[in-house]
């Protein structure tokens, strides 16, 4: 594969360092300090939402990836939009950098606390409220109107194509081909309070968008697992397990990292610029998924960036496969400033 292709693996330490701080959607429960409990309150349970397999169908998948590695079915991605679904994480943010995580069962009602930073119940930090919001994993490709729900498809499926392809450029059919990146070598470990990684374990790219980095595995492993330990212990379960490796990526499009938007709400038209966007060029369209998921390696770079270039081909090949059109695209992140930590 050409190294172009995960020029998203190729980001500074220092910068993923912060990420992996920040970007973290679960924590050990050994973290949790005060008085709160590690058992929240429990919601009514609730039905599942409509299956995302009502907007596109195994033919239109196979038909979508047809060089696909066998390891990428399109049960594993219904099941694991459907599985994931049925959670959501509640995110509280205090003095920039402190969390609690509390994740819910919709389908039981009980909630958890699995990650509250050492830090949270001091004073200095209560003194310093910052943000709260709630990352509903249901509504994944399935919170608006069909159209929008498509544009939102097709948008994911050109991130998880381009990060997996392995064949001739500018033919779109090669997507899903890669498990893993190339380079197995590299541990990608970087220190990480929260994640700290496990010895002997390596956190190179795995699965639809390349999840890398221990504390992007200890993250995800919270959001999805309800417990940062077993995808830190066992990473390997992205390329062994398709079902795991589909939910790192639905968990990624739809999960707010520390300064940027969810792919998922720029998509669906819930994020607008505010005025800092404003002023670095920012604004929604397919172009802003770009910067989210590689802005500083793609964005701000020119209209001939290749990886850009090659994201946008797959997401109006996408497009025109599942029969819509995306009129005020906005697609390209060539004057746009990317994110700094």
């Not at 969390?99 to 819910?104: H, V």
């Amino acid at each position: 594969m050409k190294s172009i292709i995960l020029s998203s693996k190729l980001l500074c330490l220092s910068l993923i360092i912060l990420l992996s701080t920040a970007f973290s959607c679960g924590g050990s429960n050994s973290n949790s300090s005060g008085n709160e409990s590690s058992e929240a309150s429990a919601d009514k349970p609730v039905a599942p939402k409509v299956s995302i397999a009502t907007l596109v169908s195994e033919q239109q998948f196979n038909d979508l990836f047809p060089q696909r590695d066998k390891f990428y079915t399109y049960a594993a991605f219904i099941k694991a939009a459907d599985e994931l679904g049925m959670i959501k994480v509640k995110v509280t943010r205090r003095a920039t950098s402190v969390y609690q995580l509390i994740r819910t069962d919709k389908k039981t009602g009980k909630s958890k606390v699995v990650r509250q930073d050492a830090d949270w119940n001091e004073d200095w930090a209560k003194a310093k409220p910052d943000s709260n919001y709630t990352i509903n994993y249901g509504n994944f490709c399935t919170e608006f109107n069909a159209d929008i729900n498509k544009k939102e498809l097709a948008a994911f499926f050109a991130h998880i194509a381009h990060e997996t392809r392995h064949g001739v450029n500018a033919t779109y059919t090669d997507g899903l081909m890669l498990i893993h990146e190339s380079n197995t070598t590299l541990p990608y470990i970087a220190e990480n309070d929260e994640y700290p990684p496990v010895a002997g374990k390596k956190y190179y790219g795995r699965g639809p968008m390349q999840l890398s980095y221990n504390g992007n595995y200890g993250y995800a492993s919270d959001c999805i697992l309800g417990d940062d330990r077993i995808l830190l212990q066992n990473p390997e379960m992205v390329e062994t397990d398709p079902v795991m490796a589909f939910k790192t990526a639905i968990y990624f499009w739809m999960t707010p990292q520390t300064h940027k938007p969810s792919a998922h709400d720029v998509m669906t038209g819930k994020w607008q610029p505010n005025a800092e966007d404003k002023a670095e060029g920012r604004k929604p369209g397919f172009g802003m998924t770009i910067n989210i998921v590689n802005g500083e390696v793609e964005c701000n770079k020119g209209e001939n960036m290749y990886n850009m270039n090659d994201r946008i081909g797959f997401y109006q090949f996408f497009l025109k496969k599942l029969g819509i059109t995306d009129a005020n695209c906005a697609c390209s992140c060539a004057t746009m400033k990317p994110y700094h930590y």
